[in-house]
């Protein structure tokens, strides 16, 4: 079946510092790859998606691209904040974008 | 964006009661909604999907009886968790999808059975 894996956390970065979650993923056919941020306190938003190989999702400053060839997924910053302090969730799901996948989430924690 | 609130945000009862957990969409109306519940440093899981007018699809597992989904307006789901007990303590979240297949999440709501 489906799956998502990416990186435990906490992955502890000073402000300023260049971020890469990992996740890699398995499912049959061609799936849609999202990245999920979940700020405390708030409900999971939609940081950014990629819905077939080689697309690059971006928002905010965070980039990731669906590499088909490694099952990949890694999210990606250049220069982190404090306010990115958050848990970040890799997920997956079929065409009918009918059921989302999760990984375990990654807890980042960015100091000034 | 889109809003989706859950009602309440943290509930606290005793072993044997039943509790209701609220999903509302405050400015789409959802046809379809989801139910996940997340434990400590897992991921969520999935456990059903919450249709507007008829009965829920329940993931493998999950059951049924034990957590009743209702979806009887295109802007609320409630999860009911009957006779809860102390292995039912965990976080649940919802999610709901506008007409344009975008999923918007609420902010969960943490049971902690006695």
């Known amino acids: 079946g489906n799956s998502v894996t990416q990186m435990e956390g906490p992955v502890t970065l000073s402000e300023e510092a260049f971020l890469t979650i990992n996740c890699t993923y398995t499912a049959t056919g061609y799936p849609s790859l999202f990245w999920y941020v979940q700020y405390p306190g708030e409900g999971l938003q939609l940081l950014l998606k990629a819905t077939k190989a080689d697309d690059k999702g971006s928002n905010k400053g965070f980039e990731a691209t669906y590499r088909k060839e490694t099952t990949s997924f890694h999210l990606e910053k250049g220069s982190v904040q404090v306010s990115d302090s958050a848990v970040y969730f890799c997920a997956l799901s079929d065409k009918g974008f009918q059921k989302l996948v999760f990984g375990t989430g990654t807890r980042l924690l960015v100091s000034p | 964006g889109a809003v989706v609130s859950q009602h309440p945000s943290r509930v606290i009862c005793k072993s044997g009661t039943s509790v209701k957990i609220e999903c509302r969409s405050l400015d789409f109306q959802a046809t379809t909604m989801f139910w996940y519940r997340q434990f400590p440093k897992q991921s969520l899981m999935l456990m059903a999907t919450s249709n507007e007018g008829s009965k829920a699809t329940y993931e493998q597992g999950v059951e049924k009886d034990k957590f009743l989904i209702n979806h009887a307006s295109l802007t609320l789901s409630t999860l009911t968790v009957t006779s809860a007990h102390p292995e039912d303590s965990s976080f649940y979240i919802c999610?709901?999808?506008?007409?344009?297949?975008?999923?918007?999440f609420g902010e969960g709501s943490r049971l902690t059975v006695l």
């Open positions: 999610s709901a999808r506008d007409n344009r297949g975008e999923l918007f």
